[in-house]
């Protein structure tokens, strides 16, 4: 199954990249954000499922705890196309991932104000972070505020990497359960009512949701573009195949 952790807002949905996927949670419902594009692009070793830890009941978030966190989660933000694939686990196949990051990049300016919290992740080394920001946006003056959910695993050579993909059934209950922790729902709900307010400006409301039609739009033709030209270069190549043998 899918990663499950609390999302909210659109923001969230167009903006955050893949990451992990959207669930139920204690958060209002009309926080679920849309689904642009999921990525489920891998899952989690097997040697790593096999260390799996029980959930922290008594720890709290803590709050830009871990500077390694802090350094990959300000790298990601700032990251487009190639960048992103040293930071996460999405590689060349992930064509819509990797599409999504490029168009989603012309409407982005800058992501300010981030803090990350973190939690104590499943795996050893591993977190659970929660990113929240505000979005500076090419051609709207307000900020819009936002949180997005990360499994951050660690390498063989002790280095972080974003998940962006599937996990286990015993992994996805643990994200599950700290999500609906008292902690993470009041950050949650925090952000959402930022959020809103952010929403009450016409101008912000009619933005997002131009920008979200347009590069779903883009993101589906571009996709298209390459599907056609992949077919092209099949045919050309099986014709030149055919010509070979026909010469023998």
């Known amino acids: 199954g899918g990663i499950v952790l609390v999302c909210i807002g659109v923001v969230i949905g167009l903006l955050a990249g893949g990451g992990i996927k959207p669930a ?5 419902e009309e926080s679920k954000p849309d689904t642009v594009m999921a990525s489920e692009t891998g899952t989690l070793q ?34 487009v196309t190639e960048r992103i694939k040293e930071l996460t686990d999405l590689t ?25 919290y973190t939690k104590v992740g499943p ?15 090419r051609e709207l003056e307000p900020l819009v505020p936002g949180v997005s959910p990360f499994l951050v695993c660690p390498r063989g050579d002790g280095s972080l990497y974003i998940h962006e993909g599937t996990v286990d059934e015993n992994v996805n209950e643990y994200l599950e359960e700290i999500s609906i922790q008292d902690d993470v729902v009041d950050l949650m709900n925090e952000i959402q009512v ?10 912000v409301n009619y933005y997002l949701a131009k920008m979200k039609e347009e590069v779903k739009v883009a993101v589906g033709e571009a996709l298209a573009e390459a599907k056609t030209e992949q077919a092209n270069e099949d045919e050309q190549q099986q014709a030149s195949n055919e010509s070979d043998q026909s010469g023998l």
């Open 123 to 137: 795996i050893e080394g591993s977190y659970v972070v929660y990113v929240s920001y505000n979005v500076k946006f």
């Open 92 to 116: 060349d196949n992930d064509e819509e991932a990797l599409t999504y990051y490029v168009k989603r990049s012309i409407y982005l300016e800058a992501y300010q104000d981030l803090k990350c």
């Open 194 to 203: 930022k959020y809103n307010n952010a929403l009450a400006d016409e101008t």
């Open 46 to 79: 097997e040697s790593e499922e096999e260390t799996l830890q029980a959930p922290p009941e008594e720890v709290l978030l803590e709050v830009d705890a871990h500077p390694e966190v802090n350094t990959l989660m300000a790298q990601y933000y700032q990251a």
């Open 24 to 28: 139920s949670s204690r958060a209002p």
